[in-house]
């Protein structure tokens, strides 16, 4: 079985900014000439939880481990279409 790790990030994450982990890890991989091993999308306006497509959209959470909420953000219409593509 072959196949390459897919890495989806999102461009309106409030809490980590996916966009540019996915950079660095393809920078990374090329440096390790294995850029061809990865590939990355990044949706621009979606916020930071992609669910499953067709789910109720998650805007925050409450994090027991560090003690206060999370905002997850993302205009809704192109968090909800990077769901379905994703």
Do not use: W
Not at 9 to 19: F, I, P, V
Not at 35 to 52: F, I, K, Q, W
Not at 58 to 79: E, N
């Amino acid at each position: 079985m072959s196949g390459k790790p897919l890495y989806l990030a999102s461009g309106d994450d409030q809490n980590l900014n996916s966009g540019d982990c996915a950079r660095q890890i393809y920078r990374q991989s090329k440096e390790c000439g294995r850029e061809d091993l990865l590939e990355s999308v990044v949706y621009p306006r979606a916020g930071h939880l992609l669910e499953s497509a067709y789910t109720n959209r998650c805007k925050q959470t409450f994090s027991k481990a560090i003690g206060f909420h999370l905002a997850f953000v993302g205009d809704a219409i192109h968090h909800a279409k990077a769901q379905e593509y994703a």
